[in-house]
């Protein structure tokens, strides 16, 4: 099992900035790559960005160039640097984790609101 426990959000003005994290604890080993979703009031949950044990990442287009995803693994901690935010980015922003040989994320979260002004 793996427990992630995110922190970071907040309130923010549009075009100012936040990071989130997301603290791993368990059988971290069991891990092959790490991610953050979001899921805007009313909206599906949508991916933003994913990081891989070997470093790689990839971000969803809309994020691109404003949004960094990166881990600590000292720490256990993933986290999600967040610049120029927009009204749109306001969601509840969630950590996943997917093991070795799966295809789905199966390790979650529990959400931190990030709210953006216009």
């Known amino acids: 099992q793996v427990q992630l426990v995110e922190s970071g959000g907040g309130l923010v003005q549009a075009g100012g900035s936040l990071r989130l994290s997301c603290a791993a604890s368990?059988?971290?080993?069991?891990?092959?790559?790490w991610a953050w979703y979001r899921q805007a009031s009313g909206q599906q949950r949508e991916w933003v960005a994913t990081i891989t044990t070997d470093g790689s990442t990839r971000y969803e287009d809309s994020v691109k160039g404003r949004f960094t995803i990166s881990r600590d693994n000292a720490k256990n901690t993933v986290y999600l640097q967040m610049n120029s935010l927009r009204p749109e980015d306001t969601a509840v922003y969630y950590c996943?984790?997917?093991?070795?040989?799966?295809?789905?994320?199966?390790?979650w979260g529990q959400g931190t609101q990030v709210t953006v002004s216009s």
């Open positions: 368990g059988s971290i080993f069991s891990i092959s790559a």
């Open positions: 996943a984790a997917r093991r070795r040989y799966r295809s789905n994320f199966d390790y």
